[in-house]
C-alpha cells in the first residue's frame, strides 16, 4: 500500500463515521453563516448601490459614473456654452478648451464611457435643458458599437435617471435590474461600506477625473505615459480581450438605438446645429486583429451604410478617420487599440475643423 | 467552468448534488447524471471540447472490449496500438502540433538559412483538460492489455469514469453510495473551502504580485528574481493543490474518494521525496505506464538513469507544448538521476534540514524552465539568480511579496497540510471555513483559471 493509498484509507475512515451529532452540528453551522454572509453582502450591495447600476437611489453612487459625474459638471458650467462634445470614452479626451482656438466656441465634453446612440439623443435633450439653449456646433465621435444589439438599452444608462428621464419614448426595460455578479465582490462591498461612511460624514469632492468642462483624464494612464513606461502592447492586448466580448454579441444593428440615433439627427437640424461628425480611430494593428478575429469589420461596413445614408440625406458630411493615417495621426499615440493620447485626439479634432473651414463649412 | 466561479459555486454544484442525491435513482441514472454534469462542465467554454472527450471514450470503451484476456495477442496488441494512436494522436493534433511545426522551421531555418517557414503553424485553442482525461482513458486499456482490470460494464460506466468532473478512481463507480452522511459533508467542506481559499487567497494575490517582475524579467535584480521565482513556486503549489484539495471535497459531496495529489512536497527530503509528494497522480502515472516498463531500477544504474531522464522528459512535455517544459522534465530528471547514483554509491549523507534546503532551492530553479516562457528567459534568470549581475537585495522594494513569501514558506515548510487536518468537527472550525467562503466569494469576480488548466 502506497503512501497516498493510506491517506485515502484514513479519510475513507473517518468519513465513513456514522453521521454523529459533531458532523450535523458541522454541517448545520456552515451554511448558516456561510449562506447568510452572502445572502447579507447581496443585500447591503443592491441596496446601497455605490456603482448606481441598480437605480435603487437610496444612496449617493461613490464610484465615477461617467454620466453622473458629467451631469453633476453640465449644471455647474457658469453659463451657457455653445459647442458640445458627444462620444465614448474615445472622445473623452477631446478638450474644449483647444476646440475653442479653432472655432471660438466655448464648450463641454459630455462623452461618456461606452455611450451608445441613445446617449446621443439624451445628452443633447438634457444639454439643451440645461444650457438653456442648444449648442451651435456638436463634434461627435460615433463608435461602431453604439449601434450593437447587445444589450437592453436603459441598461446602458447605468444608474443616470436624468438621461433616462430624457428619453421617454425608449422602452426601460426594468428599471430595477437583476443582482449581477459583482454585487457579490469585495470592490463593491467596499464601495457600499464607503458610500455609507460617507452618508454620514459627507460626501468628498469630485474626483479629478474630468475637469469643469468635461475634459476627461485617465489619470494612471497620463502619469504612465508622462514617465515613459506605458505599454502600448498591453494595452493592445486588453483592447482585443474587451473588444472581443463587445463583438460577440453583435448580431446586428440594433433597431431602437437606429431609431435614436434619427431623432438625435432631426433635433440637430431642428435647432439648426452644425454637426462634425467622425468614425472614431483604432489602432492599425488592433483593427487588422479585431477584424479578423470578430464580426467587427461586417458591422462596420453595415454603420458605414447607415451613417452615408443618414448624412448624405442631410446634406451633412462624415468624416472618416477610421485609422491614424486618414487625419495625418501617429499610431504610437494610443493608449490601447482604441484609446488616443489626449493630444492626438485634440489634433484629431482640430484637422477635421480645420478641413472644414478650409472648405467653407 | 471553474470551480472558483459562481455559476459553479452557486448553481452547478448545488445543482449537480441535489440532483445526484434524488432518492430512487438506479445505479445508471446515477452514472447517466454524473456524466452528462462532466460534458457540461467541460463543455461551458467550447461545446466542441465534448466532442473530443466523446471520441476518446468510444475509442477506448471498444479497444477496452476487444482487449479481454481470452482474445489473440496479435488482436489485443492491434487494439491497444489503436486506443493509444488515438489518443496521443488527439494530444499530437490539439497540444503538439504547433510545437512541432515551430520546431521543424527552427530547424529548416538553421539549416537553410532565414526564408519563408516550412510549416504553417496552426492556431489551435488546447481543449480544457485534454491531457487528463486521454491519460485516464488510455490507463484503462493499458492496464486492460496488461490484464490488470476488468472490462468495464457499459459504456456509460467507462464515459462517466473518463469525463467525471472531479476526477476518481474507477472502481469506486461500481459502489456509489446512496446515502450522504453528515461527516462527508463536513469533510467536503473542509477539504474544498481550504482548496478554495489556497487558490483565491493565496496563490492568486501572490500572482498578482510577481507577474508585474516577470514580465520585465530582463530588470530582475537579484534578490527580485528570487522573490518572485519564490513566489511562483507558492503559487503554482497554492494553485494546483488547492484545486486536488476543491476536488476530493466535491468527490466526498458525491460519495467518492479521491486519491491524494499533493502531500508537503517542499518539505521533501530529496528528489524522489519531491515527487513522492507532488501530483502523486501523475507521478505515479508516469512510474507506472513509462518508468517501470522502461526496466525501473531493476536493470542497472545506467539503464536506470536513462528510464528517469526519458520519464521526466515526456513528463516535462506532458504539461504543455514548449521545449522550456521538457527542458523542465529533464532537470528534475538529471536531479533524481544524481540522487539516484548518490544513494547507491552511499558517499554522503548530509543533514536532513540542509537536504530539504537544497531540494527546495533546486525545485525553485526547476521552475524558472516552468514558468519561462523561452530559454533566453530562463538563461537570464538563472544567471540573475546565481549572482551574476550581482548580489543585492532590497526587501523594502516588493514588501507585500516579501511577506506573502515569507508567509508561503512557513506554511510550507512547518504546517500541516489539508490531508493532515481532517479530525476536527468542532463548531469552530465550521465559523472559520465559513468566514473563509466567504472571503473566497468576495474575491471571487476576477476570473483566475487554475494553472494546470492550461496543461
Request: include cysteine; proline fraction near 5%; hydrophobic fraction near 50%.
Amino acid at each position: 500500500m502506497t503512501a497516498d493509498e493510506t491517506r485515502s484509507k484514513q479519510v475513507l475512515e473517518t468519513t465513513a463515521m456514522s453521521d454523529n451529532r459533531a458532523a450535523r452540528r458541522f454541517a448545520r453551522i456552515f451554511p448558516v453563516i456561510a449562506l447568510g454572509g452572502v445572502l447579507l453582502v447581496l443585500t447591503l450591495n443592491v441596496l446601497v448601490d455605490a456603482h448606481g447600476v441598480h437605480m435603487t437611489g437610496w444612496l449617493r453612487p461613490v464610484v465615477a459614473n461617467h454620466r453622473l459625474r458629467k451631469e453633476f459638471l453640465l449644471r455647474q458650467l457658469p453659463g451657457p456654452v455653445e459647442l458640445l462634445v458627444l462620444g465614448s470614452s474615445r472622445a473623452i479626451g477631446i478638450d474644449p478648451a483647444a476646440l475653442q482656438e479653432v472655432t471660438g466656441l466655448e464648450g463641454f465634453n459630455a462623452a461618456v464611457g461606452s455611450a451608445e446612440t441613445q446617449d446621443y439623443l439624451a445628452w443633447l435633450r438634457l444639454f439643451i435643458a440645461v444650457n438653456g439653449k442648444p449648442p451651435r456646433m456638436i463634434v461627435l465621435g460615433i463608435d461602431e458599437v453604439s449601434f450593437a444589439n447587445s444589450r437592453p438599452i436603459a441598461e446602458a444608462f447605468s444608474g443616470s435617471k436624468e438621461l433616462l428621464a430624457m428619453l421617454p419614448e425608449v422602452d426601460r426595460g426594468r428599471t430595477y435590474l437583476p443582482f449581477d455578479e459583482h454585487d457579490l465582490g469585495w470592490g463593491r462591498t467596499w464601495d457600499s461600506l464607503r458610500s455609507i461612511y460617507f452618508a454620514l460624514t459627507g460626501y468628498p469632492p469630485e474626483s479629478d477625473l474630468f475637469d469643469a468642462n468635461g475634459l476627461g483624464h485617465y489619470i494612471a494612464r497620463e502619469e504612465a505615459l508622462e514617465n515613459g513606461s506605458l505599454d502600448l502592447e498591453a494595452g493592445l492586448r486588453e483592447s482585443l480581450t474587451d473588444y472581443r466580448n463587445r463583438f460577440a454579441p453583435f448580431t446586428a444593428l440594433s433597431e431602437e438605438r437606429i431609431a435614436c440615433f434619427d431623432r438625435f439627427l432631426d433635433l440637430v437640424a431642428e435647432h439648426d446645429i452644425e454637426l462634425v461628425a467622425f468614425a472614431t480611430p483604432m489602432h492599425p494593428e488592433f483593427l487588422r486583429r479585431i477584424e479578423a478575429e470578430t464580426v467587427a469589420a461586417q458591422r462596420k461596413a453595415e454603420v458605414r451604410t447607415l451613417l452615408r445614408q443618414r448624412f448624405a440625406a442631410r446634406g451633412w458630411v462624415l468624416h472618416e478617420a477610421t485609422q491614424p493615417e486618414n487625419y495625418g495621426g501617429n499610431p504610437e499615440n494610443y493608449y490601447d487599440g482604441v484609446h488616443m493620447h489626449p493630444a492626438e485626439v485634440t489634433y484629431l479634432v482640430e484637422s477635421i475643423l480645420r478641413e472644414r473651414q478650409g472648405k467653407g463649412k | 467552468m471553474l470551480f472558483n466561479s459562481y455559476t459553479f459555486i452557486f448553481f452547478f454544484l448545488p445543482a449537480m448534488l441535489i440532483l445526484w442525491w434524488w432518492p430512487g435513482l438506479s445505479r445508471n441514472q446515477r452514472l447517466a447524471l454524473l456524466t452528462i454534469g462532466s460534458y457540461v462542465f467541460y463543455g461551458w467554454a467550447e461545446w466542441w471540447y465534448c466532442l473530443l472527450m466523446l471520441g476518446s471514450t468510444i475509442i477506448d470503451y471498444v479497444a477496452g472490449r476487444r482487449l479481454a484476456p481470452d482474445k489473440p495477442h496479435r488482436e489485443r496488441l492491434a487494439w491497444l496500438l489503436v486506443s493509444l494512436a488515438a489518443n496521443l494522436g488527439l494530444l499530437a493534433v490539439f497540444k503538439y502540433a504547433g510545437l512541432m511545426a515551430r520546431s521543424v522551421n527552427l530547424v529548416a531555418g538553421w539549416v537553410s538559412g532565414s526564408g519563408p517557414e516550412l510549416l504553417e503553424v496552426p492556431d489551435i485553442i488546447l481543449p480544457i483538460g485534454i491531457s487528463f482525461y486521454t491519460f485516464q482513458s488510455m490507463s484503462y486499456t493499458i492496464d486492460r492489455y496488461r490484464k490488470r482490470v476488468p472490462e468495464t460494464e457499459s459504456l456509460l460506466e467507462f464515459a462517466a469514469y473518463v469525463a467525471m468532473f472531479p476526477q476518481l478512481i474507477a472502481d469506486q463507480l461500481r459502489a456509489i453510495p446512496t446515502r450522504l452522511t453528515a461527516s462527508r459533508v463536513a469533510l467536503g467542506l473542509h477539504f474544498f473551502i481550504f482548496g478554495l481559499s489556497k487558490k483565491l487567497l493565496v496563490a492568486d494575490p501572490i500572482a498578482r504580485a510577481i507577474d508585474p517582475l516577470l514580465k520585465h524579467w530582463e530588470w530582475l535584480s537579484f534578490g527580485d528574481a528570487w522573490l518572485s521565482m519564490t513566489g511562483y513556486s507558492l503559487q503554482i503549489y497554492f494553485d494546483f493543490s488547492g484545486y486536488s484539495d476543491m476536488a476530493v471535497g466535491l468527490g466526498l459531496w458525491l460519495g467518492f474518494q479521491l486519491p491524494q495529489n499533493f502531500d508537503s512536497p517542499y518539505q521533501a527530503l530529496g528528489f524522489s521525496d519531491f515527487w513522492r509528494r507532488w501530483h502523486i497522480t501523475l507521478s505515479q502515472w508516469l512510474r507506472d505506464y513509462l518508468y517501470i516498463p522502461m526496466g525501473g531500477n531493476r536493470q542497472g544504474l545506467p539503464r536506470a538513469a536513462a528510464a528517469i531522464l526519458v520519464t521526466m522528459l515526456l513528463g516535462g512535455l506532458w504539461h504543455g507544448p514548449s521545449w522550456t517544459f521538457a527542458a523542465w522534465g529533464l532537470f528534475h530528471g538529471l536531479l533524481l538521476a544524481l540522487e539516484h547514483a548518490l544513494h547507491r554509491l552511499k558517499l554522503w549523507s548530509p543533514p536532513a534540514v540542509l537536504v530539504r534546503l537544497a531540494t527546495f532551492i533546486a525545485v525553485v530553479l526547476g521552475w524558472v524552465l516552468f514558468r519561462a516562457d523561452s530559454f533566453p528567459m530562463a538563461a537570464h534568470l538563472w544567471w540573475v539568480m546565481v549572482g551574476g549581475t550581482g548580489i543585492a537585495f532590497v526587501p523594502e522594494a516588493q514588501p507585500f511579496l516579501l511577506v506573502l513569501a515569507t508567509l508561503g514558506i512557513t506554511w510550507c515548510w512547518m504546517a500541516r497540510n489539508t490531508w493532515d487536518g481532517t479530525a476536527s468537527l468542532r463548531p469552530r472550525r465550521a465559523v472559520l471555513l465559513a468566514l473563509l467562503f466567504m472571503a473566497c466569494v468576495l474575491v471571487m469576480t476576477r476570473p483566475s483559471p487554475f494553472l494546470y488548466f492550461r496543461f
